[in-house]
């Protein structure tokens, strides 16, 4: 008896080099583009994944640490009260009455108040547009005209 031998169609056979190495199938340039669209996108889930976990924690330290400024600036004011009530105290000592003692404190903290008023003027007046990022803004059609 013979040995029957199975043979595959020369179209299902693999393609073979001239040195008889066969050759890999090669992805068409459509599969190419889909692999390729397809870990692009697998990539920025990934790093906006990343993101959103860091910006978690960040955010976490961030409240913390805004809550233990409020707290400070709150007991701060506090201190800041009770030394105007001790400055007050503190003018009576020279013989005024304590009501015009708390009145000059008063005035005092209208003083400054006014000075910051008047720095912050200033300063709200020196604001502008931000003139480099606008002419740069402009420039982009023309660097596309170029190329």
């Given amino acids: 008896m013979a040995k029957s031998e199975s043979r595959t169609p020369p179209s299902e056979q693999p393609a073979v080099l001239e040195s008889g190495t066969p050759v890999a199938d090669e992805p068409t340039v459509g599969r190419l583009v889909a692999d390729v669209s397809r870990d692009v996108s ?15 924690v960040s955010v976490r330290h961030g409240g913390l640490g805004a809550g233990l400024f409020a707290g400070a600036a709150f007991l701060a004011l506090l201190g800041i009260i009770m030394l105007s009530v001790a400055f007050a105290y503190f003018l009576h000592f020279t013989g ?13 903290y209208m003083l400054l108040a006014g000075g910051l008023v008047f720095g912050g003027v200033r300063q709200i007046k020196r604001v502008g547009p931000p003139k480099r990022a606008i002419r740069q803004g402009q420039e982009i059609p023309n660097a596309f005209k170029r190329g």
């Avoid at 697998?42 to 978690?56: D, H, N, T, Y």
């Avoid at 005024?96 to 000059?104: K, S």
């Fill in 42 to 56: 697998s990539l920025v889930r990934q790093e906006i994944e990343l993101a959103k976990s860091e910006l978690k």
């Fill in 96 to 108: 005024l009455d304590l009501a015009w003692c708390f009145l000059i404190v008063f005035g005092v």
